[in-house]
Structure formats: structure tokens, C-alpha cells
């Protein structure tokens, strides 16, 4: 099931995305998305609709460095832990809004990454039965200011500001992450063109050293990592991060 958050001609509401290819419908959904959802009866064509975030993450835990030539890209050694760092939820954007370059930075860089939605949660999950806490699977480009993660020594200025963190199209219930293929295109040339195999530290081992350090809640985002490829984003560009079987999550790109 592919779950979306839609503004519609009355307001706001939950979807599922139903159809193929360019023939996709919005169906309203009553009630809890996550749980056992309902219909209202309404729907509408996509195109009719607009998609925004499809939610809003309580908490959005990353990983660096989780292939190994993007390590290499910035002649980093690959971490034998995964590497870790946090997002603020203020830095969520959906598809087609404009990620914000802010003045404080001259190199604001796309990363293009496959997204894991925290269903059951919990602590201290083992790798063993990880996938039982999974709701679905997102896409997100885990923007960040390259010249200020360098100069800071950390990461969360960098990669907190405001509209650094756009997820979508909409959450897919029904997807298997182990070997799909990510890519990510600016201005339709293709800059990142990877696969999720080759991920360092695979979902399950993340999702239980994760939860070995903080407990994972419901709707927590854990971003897996970006392959190669990474470059700057100019204002008046537009970058789209797509992988296979999920679509594609597209954004504009404008000054602050």
C-alpha cells in the first residue's frame, strides 16, 4: 500500500495511491492511515491533488558513510560502526517544495537515500526480527552544507537547516530494500546511480544498533545512507532522487 498525505480541494488528508505508471488516484483514507485504514469514498486523479510530506517524523536518525565509495568520494576510511547523526523534523519538506540554500553556506550539496518508516518500535531490537518493526520504506534527500559540516566539526548545523530533509512521494507498505536501484538527477543528468545492495551495514543490523543507543517510536525515519555521486545544488535547479519501486521524489531549488 502506498500511503500519502495530499492536499485536496477541501483541505488536508491521507491516501492511498493506487494505479500504475502515470494513471495514479488519490483515495481518501477516514481514519489512521497506519493502522487499519478506511475509506471516505472520495478520490481524485494525482494530478488534482498535491502530495506533501507524508508525515511528519518524530525523530529522523541518519547514517554516514554507508557506502563505500562515497567514504572514498572524500577520502574517508569506511566506519566499522555505522556512523550516526540526527536531523531535525523542522527540515522536512515534501515533493516538489523548494529546498531553501541558506546565505550561511557556499556549497549545499544533494544526497540521495533510500528511507526506512519505524512502524512498531522499540528498544534494543535484534537484527532477527528488525523487519517485524518496519512500517515502510520513503525516499530522502538528506541535504546537507558541505563547507559548514567541514568547518564545524559536526554535523547538525549542516545538516539541520530548515528544508534540508524532503521525503515522499508517499510511504510504500508492500517493498522489499534489499537490492533495488537509487538514483538521484539533477536537472535530468544522472549524478548518483547506485544500488541498495551495496549498502555497508544493511537495515536490519542499523535498526538494531540504533535501538541499542535510543528507543525507535513510531514514524521515526532512519535515512540509510547515500551512495556516490553527491555534487551542489544551485538555486533554479530542480534534483530528483528515485528508487526503484518506490518513484520518485522531485524538489526545486531556491535562495533562502
Same mark, same amino acid.
Given at each position: 500500500m502506498r500511503i500519502a498525505r495530499i492536499a485536496q480541494p477541501n483541505g488536508l488528508a491521507f491516501a492511498s495511491i493506487e494505479g500504475d505508471g502515470d494513471d495514479l488516484t488519490a483515495v481518501e483514507i477516514a481514519d489512521d492511515p497506519f493502522a487499519n485504514p478506511t475509506f471516505t469514498g472520495r478520490r481524485w486523479p494525482l494530478a488534482d491533488v498535491r502530495l506533501l510530506a507524508p508525515f511528519l517524523p518524530p525523530k529522523?536518525?541518519?547514517i554516514g558513510r554507508n557506502y563505500a565509495e562515497h567514504a572514498a568520494e572524500f577520502g574517508?576510511?569506511?566506519?566499522?560502526?555505522p556512523l550516526m547523526?540526527?536531523?531535525?523534523n523542522t527540515a @522536512?519538506?515534501?515533493p516538489n517544495a523548494d529546498i531553501k540554500l541558506p546565505a550561511a553556506s557556499e556549497r549545499v550539496d544533494f544526497e540521495g537515500e533510500l528511507a526506512v518508516v519505524i512502524g512498531v518500535g522499540g528498544r534494543d531490537i535484534p537484527a532477527s526480527r528488525a523487519r517485524q518493526s518496519v512500517l515502510g520504506y520513503t525516499i530522502a534527500n538528506d541535504v546537507t552544507a558541505r563547507d559548514l559540516q567541514e568547518s564545524?566539526? +559536526?554535523? !547538525?548545523?549542516?545538516?539541520?537547516f530548515d528544508t534540508f530533509c524532503p521525503l515522499g512521494p508517499w510511504v510504500e507498505t508492500d517493498f522489499d530494500p534489499s537490492d533495488v536501484a537509487i538514483r538521484t538527477e539533477l536537472d535530468g543528468? @544522472?549524478? +548518483?546511480?547506485?544500488? !541498495?545492495s551495496l549498502l555497508l551495514h544493511d537495515i536490519p543490523e542499523l535498526i538494531e544498533y540504533i535501538s541499542a543507543v535510543m528507543t525507535l517510536r513510531p514514524l521515526d525515519v532512519i535515512l540509510t545512507g547515500t551512495p556516490a555521486g553527491v555534487g551542489p545544488l544551485r538555486a533554479g535547479q530542480t534534483v530528483s532522487v528515485t528508487v526503484e519501486g518506490l518513484g520518485t521524489l522531485t524538489n526545486t531549488v531556491t535562495d533562502r
Open positions: 529522523i536518525v541518519c574517508h576510511e569506511v566506519p566499522a560502526d547523526f540526527l536531523k531535525p @522536512v519538506i515534501g564545524d566539526g +559536526q554535523w !547538525t548545523r549542516a545538516k539541520g543528468v @544522472v549524478a +548518483q546511480d547506485s544500488r !541498495t
